[in-house]
């Protein structure tokens, strides 16, 4: 029986970041290695993405991994890599080598903006890989508390009042053109 290899995509930029890892060691170690294989897709807290070495195993990815607190990806256990668009789940390695790992699924475990968001689902989407959890608009609108109560309301569902503040910083920008 042929394995398959299931992407587990962790860490972002968020202030959950550990949270994230300690949830995808968590998934890793429950994952039946009989039935499938499981690849550690770390993104550090500047953005980076880094994969884990294959038939390397998940102490080697995170450091501290026994400490929720203090848990974090080694940097020297992985290889910086992207999700190809279009690829179906194939990370192409960006170190020069031109090697390439690919997935047959992607379990995103990011929590917070970047995460949460619906972006990488759209990243995801766009890959053509199929990944655990929420659609980009679900992910989107979930994150989004005001808009998600606006189309709860519409649809005529009962929501709680609520009243919406916003910064002026995150307010959206209009340009008036007066003809």
Same mark, same amino acid.
């Given at each position: 029986m042929v394995k398959k290899r299931i992407g587990i995509l962790c860490g972002g930029c968020s202030a959950e970041h550990e949270v994230s890892l300690q949830s995808a060691k968590n998934i *890793?170690?429950?994952i039946p290695p009989d039935k499938y294989e499981p690849v550690l897709a770390g993104i550090d807290k500047n953005g980076k993405w880094l994969l884990q070495k294959l038939n390397s195993g998940v102490s080697d990815f995170f450091l501290n991994a026994d400490d929720p607190e203090?848990?974090?990806i080694n940097p020297d256990s992985g290889t910086p890599a992207a999700l190809l668009p279009g690829s179906g789940g194939v990370f192409a390695h960006i170190d020069g080598s031109g090697m390439k790992t690919s997935v047959d699924a992607v379990f995103p475990i990011l929590h917070g903006p970047q995460g949460e968001d619906g972006s990488v689902q759209g990243l995801l989407k766009i890959s053509? !890989?199929? *990944?655990?959890?929420?659609? !980009?608009?679900g992910s989107a609108l979930c994150m989004d508390k005001e808009a998600m109560k606006r189309m709860l309301n519409s649809a005529g569902l009962p929501i709680a009042k609520y009243i919406a503040l916003i910064s002026i910083d995150q307010a959206p920008a209009f340009d008036l053109v007066v003809n």
């Amino acid at each position: 029986m042929v394995k398959k290899r299931i992407g587990i995509l962790c860490g972002g930029c968020s202030a959950e970041h550990e949270v994230s890892l300690q949830s995808a060691k968590n998934i *890793f170690d429950a994952i039946p290695p009989d039935k499938y294989e499981p690849v550690l897709a770390g993104i550090d807290k500047n953005g980076k993405w880094l994969l884990q070495k294959l038939n390397s195993g998940v102490s080697d990815f995170f450091l501290n991994a026994d400490d929720p607190e203090k848990i974090r990806i080694n940097p020297d256990s992985g290889t910086p890599a992207a999700l190809l668009p279009g690829s179906g789940g194939v990370f192409a390695h960006i170190d020069g080598s031109g090697m390439k790992t690919s997935v047959d699924a992607v379990f995103p475990i990011l929590h917070g903006p970047q995460g949460e968001d619906g972006s990488v689902q759209g990243l995801l989407k766009i890959s053509g !890989v199929p *990944f655990v959890g929420a659609s !980009v608009l679900g992910s989107a609108l979930c994150m989004d508390k005001e808009a998600m109560k606006r189309m709860l309301n519409s649809a005529g569902l009962p929501i709680a009042k609520y009243i919406a503040l916003i910064s002026i910083d995150q307010a959206p920008a209009f340009d008036l053109v007066v003809n």
